[in-house]
């Protein structure tokens, strides 16, 4: 509602400048006063926002939102309003969808669907024709809709020459091209990682090799071509160290890990559960730990949640047929802030790589024309979520907003919860409830 009021009353502002107690006002789906005890507007809706952090909204590098084609695991709305509710006020549709989105015709589809929606709905595009890594996909015609990431997430680009021309063409067009690290040479007939617990299980693993060859190539390639690239769902610790070198060397390289990396290890697949198979699979105690300083340290830049819906009967398959992924939208917050405060990060510094980190890789940072991410100060556009550290909650998966069930932190007590979420200045989520 464009003449809507709001204040957002008793918080921490907390945003890339710093923290500080204070009052935001919104109207008119901007901020227009930010400070110590406003005045409430005659009128205006209050939300309480003590004892919570108020921040720009967190945008998310990494969601699979299946529509088109299967929608019977999520769609672009149910999608979007878990986003909401997990305290996101933008989100980047990866296009392994049912047709792809490697043409201007189906991203413009996406992104008409996310018009509607109860926050920002970006799209990538793919880099190659049907995801297939023969071609080029025309990622000219899919840049002048807007489309800043291109990525075949769910299969790395194998053929290394294609990579290099890919790069060209993104230097040429000022996009980024987003790399599913993973060479399928070494990765094929794996279902968990190779190691200790896929001997003991009798189940074919996935070398860490498999992720840091990509990655060394892609890193090759940036310096030889110039283009940036960001890695999607880092998983090793080798792989962190390759990103740190290359930074190093001032490489335009930037890096995303995903929640349930910097959480769970390979051990969880004991019981063979197929809620534990993701891709890249969950590593070794190690590797979580160098995920998470590497976090600390600035050499990765986002966490974005690979948010992965299936339908339960997929999801109840034996674990060698069952697909890998898990939902993330709406337990980010709280997974993500438990894992990285046991390495001393604090609050303000979880928040960086989940909202305006990410938002300037997405190209959708203020600095970059887009509305979302930046300083909370009067002008900006009212893109915000109010986050409790405190709070505490059990995931149940009946009543979490996507369409699919395949969460694994079904049952257990998180803290850190999503009070509100104010997207275009309009209250999407209160109180922990989602708009309808």
Known sequence: MADQVLLIRGGTVVDETGERPGDVLVTGGRITAVGAGLEVPAGATVL?????????????????????????????????????????????????????????????????????????????????????????????????????????????????????????????????????????????????????????????????????????????????????????HLSTSGSVALVAAARAEGLPVTAEVAPHHLS???????????????????????????????????????????????????KDAPLDQAPPGLLGLQTAWPVTLAALTDVGMTPAGVLALLSWQPARIAGLHPDQGGEQGGPVVAGAAANLCVLDPGATWTVEPDRLASLSRNTPWAGRTLTGAVRHTVYRGEPVVTDGEARR
């Open 264 to 314: 769970l290890t390979h051990a969880e697949l004991a019981g063979y559960d197929p809620l534990f198979k993701v891709n890249p699979p969950l590593r070794t105690a190690g590797d979580v730990e160098a995920l998470r300083q590497g976090c600390r340290a600035g050499v990765v830049d986002a966490v974005a949640t690979d948010h992965a819906p299936h339908p339960q009967e997929a």
């Open 48 to 232: 309480d926002a003590s004892d919570c952090l108020v921040a720009p909204g967190l945008v998310d590098l990494h969601t699979h939102l299946r529509q088109p084609g299967q929608e019977e695991a999520e769609t672009v709305e149910t999608g979007a309003r878990a986003a909401a509710l997990g305290g996101y006020t933008a989100v980047v549709a990866m296009p392994n969808t049912d047709p792809p989105i490697d043409s201007a015709a189906v991203a413009s589809q996406v992104l008409e669907l996310g018009r509607g929606a109860v926050c920002q709905v970006a799209v990538a595009g793919a880099i190659t024709v049907g995801r297939a890594g023969a071609r080029l996909a025309p990622l000219g015609e899919l840049a002048a809709l807007g489309v800043r990431l291109f990525t075949d997430d769910g299969a790395g680009v194998q053929d290394s020459g294609l990579m290099r021309r890919a790069f060209e063409y993104a230097g040429g067009l000022g996009v980024t091209l987003a790399q599913h690290c993973e060479d399928n040479s070494l990765a094929c007939g794996g279902h968990m990682h190779e190691g200790e617990w896929s001997s003991r299980l009798g189940v074919p693993g996935i070398p860490a090799a498999a992720e840091e060859v990509m990655v060394a190539r892609d890193i090759a390639l940036v310096r030889l071509t110039g283009a940036p690239v960001h890695f999607l």
